[in-house]
């Protein structure tokens, strides 16, 4: 009799420990946005003092491509631009002498008119002061027309001069290693004094500062979360320690997967999950990898 008493009270404790509500609807690990900086020139990496660990803010530099030949290529084309320069004509100066006989043929060519008019001079002479003024003017287009051709040769050079020396000012720009994101160096590649290529990586750094939790939910549920959605976190730290943060649903799977080995959901017979990534503000605690719950 009593171990029937016995078995009962074990079933009904059993009974009561399954009716117990949870404490999470969803497991997962911690995720950070990660960024791989590459090498945008290639050269000697004259500075790179960064390590592992280390935080750095958006913007910051974090090395230095040998820029000496690139500065010595724009010294060389502000020079030919100078020379391109110096060779403008001065139209008005190049024009004077010619604008000055066409302007006394124009005098001689009125004198004449006026003497032709009076019958003191023959009509030949008048033909003769016209097709001098005709003669000079047409020199004088010329003229202008060659400078002017010239003065757009020479402004197109010093253009397409400003246009290299802007492509070189890019390329110098980018022998500077700046940081895309804030964040903490997870991984560091090369080290000062290293020779590298255009697309070598250099480091990797994630935003440590904003994570979230990749968890993963079943069909049944979907119905119960949104995009938005505020949930609470909890980071866990074993042996029952645990760190809760305020999150915000930002992203639900639209495709359904099997279920991964390393995580648990509220109904482990379900052979497909669909994956939630919940963000949370960190504080320092929280680390990328470190086990984490969702209760939804």
């Not at 990496?45 to 491509?65: K, R, S, W």
């Not at 000496?68 to 004077?96: F, N, R």
Request: net charge negative.
């Amino acid at each position: 009799m009593k171990r029937i008493i016995a078995l009962a009270s074990a079933a009904l404790i059993m009974g009561a420990c399954s009716d117990k509500e949870k404490e999470y609807d969803a497991t997962g690990t911690f995720e950070a946005t990660e960024t791989t900086v590459f090498a945008e020139q290639s050269g000697t990496l004259l500075t790179f003092d960064i390590n592992e660990g280390d935080n750095i803010a958006p913007g910051q530099e974090l090395g230095m491509v040998d820029t000496t030949q690139l500065w010595l290529k724009i010294q060389q084309l502000g020079a030919t631009k100078e020379v391109y320069q110096s060779q403008k004509p001065d139209v008005e100066k190049q024009i004077a002498a010619t604008r000055q006989q066409l302007a006394k043929a124009k005098t001689e060519q009125q004198r004449y008119q006026e003497l032709v008019a009076d019958g003191a001079a023959p009509r030949k002479m008048l033909d003769d002061a016209t097709s001098q003024v005709q003669v000079l003017q047409r020199q004088l287009d010329a003229q202008v027309s060659a400078l002017h051709t010239q003065m757009a040769t020479l402004n197109s050079q010093q253009a397409a001069t400003d246009v290299q020396v802007s492509q070189l000012q890019d390329q110098l720009r980018k022998c500077h290693v700046v940081a895309p994101i804030g964040g903490t160096v997870l991984e560091k590649y090369v080290e000062r004094g290293e020779f590298v290529a255009v697309g070598k990586p250099l480091l990797k750094v994630a935003d440590t500062d904003n994570l979230f939790l990749r968890a993963y939910v079943t069909s049944a549920q979907l119905q119960h979360i949104k995009l938005g959605q505020q949930v609470k976190v909890f980071a866990d730290y074993g042996n029952g320690q645990k760190k809760e943060y305020e999150g915000t649903i930002t992203w639900i799977s639209s495709r359904s997967e099997f279920t991964p080995k390393t995580i648990l959901t509220d109904d482990e017979r379900a052979d497909l999950v669909y994956a939630v990534k919940v963000a949370i503000k960190n504080d320092g605690y929280a680390k990328i990898g470190m086990y984490g719950e969702a209760k939804f």
